[in-house]
């Protein structure tokens, strides 16, 4: 018999693993759809929460680092949902976003790998098969539908998001003809 803490203690964390935007939610993001000044508020409060530090390494950098937006899918409802936001290092947004890694910063491909690999503390061979298994998911998900919302919890944190739902909160249409064209999974 298997005990929930045996099973939880065997049980990998992944700390850190690419997160691919399906291609019909390009640029819907509270970075693409709020004010400057709105986005810059928001930004602010999430830097000052995390004291500076990425909230998935712990790397402090003074410049670059990013609001990043957490995104929830779920496929059977076909809704993407703004979850969290929270505050990372630049090497982990390049994780995250591996298809634009590899795409407009080739030079910068490699060395994320060894930082996905070395933040979950596996081989860099499973960070390769990670990044795989992200396009098949990506492919999967840029071929649906999806509704957009924000978690309302979220919206009653950051009342800049309440504004702009409207904006965010959705349906988006597949966009099968431009992922033709691009050809490129990110
Ligand atoms: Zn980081």
Redesign the pocket.
């Known amino acids: 018999m298997v005990r929930r803490t045996d099973r939880n203690r065997t049980k990998p964390v992944i700390r850190l693993a690419p997160e691919l935007v399906p291609e019909p939610l390009w640029h819907i993001s509270g970075y693409h759809l709020l004010t400057r000044g709105a986005w810059k508020s928001i930004r602010a409060r999430v830097l000052a929460k995390s004291k500076g530090a990425?909230a998935?390494?712990g790397?402090v950098q003074e410049k670059g680092m990013v609001c990043h937006e957490v995104w929830h899918y779920q496929g059977s409802k076909r809704i993407a949902t703004l979850a969290s936001l929270r505050l990372?290092?630049p090497?982990?947004n390049r994780v995250h976003h591996i298809g634009m890694t590899q795409l407009l910063m080739p030079e910068r491909y490699e060395p994320t790998i060894r930082h996905m690999a070395r933040v979950n503390g596996f081989p860099t061979a499973i960070a390769r098969e990670f990044v795989e298994r992200a396009f098949e998911v990506w492919r999967r998900r840029s071929a649906t539908q999806w509704r957009t919302a924000i978690a309302p919890r979220l919206k009653r944190r950051f009342p800049q998001l309440a504004v702009a739902a409207g904006r965010i909160e959705k349906p988006r249409a597949g966009a099968r003809r431009v992922r033709a064209r691009s050809g490129q999974p990110w």
Do not use: E, K, Q
Request: proline share 0%.
């Open positions: 990425c998935i390494c790397a990372i290092c090497d982990c």
